[in-house]
T-cell receptor
Framework: NAGVTQTPKFQVLKTGQSMTLQCAQD?????MSWYRQDPGMGLRLIHY???????DQGEVPNGYNVSRSTTEDFPLRLLSAAPSQTSVYFC??????????FGPGTRLLVL | SQQGEEDPQALSIQEGENATMNCSYK?????LQWYRQNSGRGLVHLIL?????REKHSGRLRVTLDTSKKSSSLLITASRAADTASYFC??????????????FGKGTKLSVIP
């Protein structure tokens, strides 16, 4: 099993550009989530999904969109990048009431 | 808002000493999970302890859970320089609480001095 994979590992964007962060898992997990991590802030939940076709907002959803058309994939879209979205983004997946597994992260710099 | 709150925020110890980190939370939980994050790296799962368990061990790690006090502790025995990292607790809320996602604290930054 590859576990949770994320691409790209690092990205530089200009303000106003859009992009999609990819996330995939091969563990057949129902739950998938996107977090951002900023210095001193811990992990903050952006969006999550409890199954294909079902998504919901987390703590900091503004500026981001998600969709979940399959169990395996959960892409995160930045609609119009802003410097405040400079962060490290982690995707995670788990089965209900079980261990959550994280991807390696995507470092995003918005200029 | 963050459910779990770790204490202390930072901890510095000598190699060979024990390190204890605490986590407090607010609502009923299904389980509580501890993670380690080395600088610039991803999160590595350490231990999951369920609400009906009081103590769990994994190698040099010991986790306790007190649901009456809504608190957990992570003990690392005989610490090594390689244990230097940030440690996070995450709570899996009881399904009746209306939330399905783990929420994380801000972490404890552990420094183990050789």
């Amino acid at each position: 099993n590859a576990g949770v994979t994320q691409t790209p590992k690092f990205q530089v964007l200009k303000t106003g550009q859009s992009m999609t962060l990819q996330c995939a898992q091969d563990m057949n997990h129902e739950y998938m989530s996107w977090y951002r991590q900023d210095p001193g802030m811990g992990l903050r939940l952006i969006h999550y999904s409890v199954g294909a076709g079902i998504t919901d907002q987390g703590e900091v959803p503004n500026g981001y969109n998600v969709s979940r058309s399959t169990t395996e994939d959960f892409p995160l879209r930045l609609l119009s990048a802003a410097p405040s979205q400079t962060s490290v983004y982690f995707c995670a997946s788990r089965a209900r009431r079980e261990t959550q597994y994280f991807g390696p992260g995507t470092r995003l710099l918005v200029l | 808002s963050q459910q779990g709150e770790e204490d202390p925020q930072a901890l510095s110890i000598q190699e060979g000493e024990n390190a204890t980190m605490n986590c407090s939370y607010k609502t009923s939980i299904n389980n509580l999970q501890w993670y380690r994050q080395n600088s610039g790296r991803g999160l590595v799962h350490l231990i999951l302890i369920r609400s009906n368990e009081r103590e769990k061990h994994s190698g040099r790690l010991r986790v306790t859970l007190d649901t009456s006090k809504k608190s957990s502790s992570l003990l690392i025995t005989a610490s090594r320089a390689a244990d230097t990292a940030s440690y996070f607790c995450a709570t899996d809320p009881y399904s009746g609480a209306g939330s399905y996602q783990l929420t994380f604290g801000k972490g404890t930054k552990l420094s183990v001095i050789p």
